[in-house]
């Protein structure tokens, strides 16, 4: 049986919410990717160009430090990565986390929150942030996503 991790980034608490209840229903361990600086609201604050996370988008090199490196990523074969939608991409964060384990032969199953867009090119953004892996779209949990969506996903993957 594989062993599966849901590891996730969230600022405003939905991709946590989220997370949590995959992890749930996938009986899988659980992650919180954190920034070694927490983001504050006016950090997040996508239509001031100059605020944090404008300036990290604006720049696809940026890579936010964590907080820790200690996800067992190394004890899992599949791994559920979670994150919010920004910009039509993963926050630069996501391939920090990314460049910071070996994913070498490990499965990676993208899945993020949204206001209403869909994964755009994240997937693009992040594959060459993990050579050796197998990174698949999941899915994109919009608006007011609730635990049967969630569950029914999960369960669908046979995995």
Not at 67 to 94: E, M, S
Not at 115 to 142: I, N
Request: charged residues 20%.
């Amino acid at each position: 049986m594989k062993k599966k991790l849901v590891a996730y980034f969230s600022c405003s608490g939905n991709t946590a919410n989220a997370a949590k209840m995959l992890a749930e229903a996938l009986n899988a361990d659980i992650y919180e990717i954190r920034p070694q600086l927490s983001y504050t609201p006016a950090d997040l604050d996508w239509q001031d160009k100059q605020s944090r996370s404008s300036v990290e988008m604006q720049n696809r090199a940026s890579r936010p430090p964590l907080a820790d490196t200690d996800a067992p990523v190394a004890a899992h074969d599949i791994i559920f990565l979670g994150f919010p939608i920004w910009w039509y991409v993963a926050p630069t964060i996501i391939n920090t986390f990314l460049e910071a384990y070996d994913f070498n032969d490990k499965t990676i199953i993208l899945f993020a929150t949204s206001g209403g867009s869909g994964f755009g090119k994240a997937l693009d953004g992040l594959r060459s942030s993990a050579p050796g892996a197998s990174l698949h779209e999941g899915r994109v949990f919009t608006g007011g996503f609730d635990k049967a969506a969630i569950v029914q996903w999960a369960t669908g993957l046979n995995i």
